[in-house]
Nanobody
């Protein structure tokens, strides 16, 4: 069993920045990981993903503003979010792609005020 703990969510103004962290209780180096988000009344959506070899991909809505990275020595994945917009408001979850269903964290709230 692997536990994922997200942190870094906060209330920020439009144009601000936040850095989310997701720390795993086990080794992550051989697994892909990703950040998802879910806004009220909407489905959970993929924001950014990073492979074990650090290949990355992003949702069109965040390209050029968000950066996903990983530090395998710390078993941690990050999401640097710049130029935040009100539509980025959501609960952000990290996912470890291990096993059939993968593992999810409990989420961290990001609120962007206009």
């Amino acid at each position: 069993q692997v536990q994922l703990v997200e942190s870094g969510g906060d209330l920020v103004q439009t144009g601000g920045s936040l850095r989310l962290s997701c720390e795993a209780s086990g080794i992550i180096s051989i697994y892909a990981m990703a950040w998802y988000r879910q806004a009220p009344g909407k489905q959970r959506e993929l924001v950014a993903a990073i492979s074990s070899s650090s290949y990355t991909n992003y949702a069109d809505s965040v390209k050029g503003r968000f950066t996903i990275s990983r530090d395998n020595a710390k078993n941690t994945v990050y999401l640097q979010m710049n130029s935040l917009k009100p539509e980025d408001t959501a609960i952000y979850f990290c996912k470890l792609y291990r096993g059939y269903a993968g593992y999810w964290g409990q989420g961290t709230q990001v609120t962007v005020s206009s």
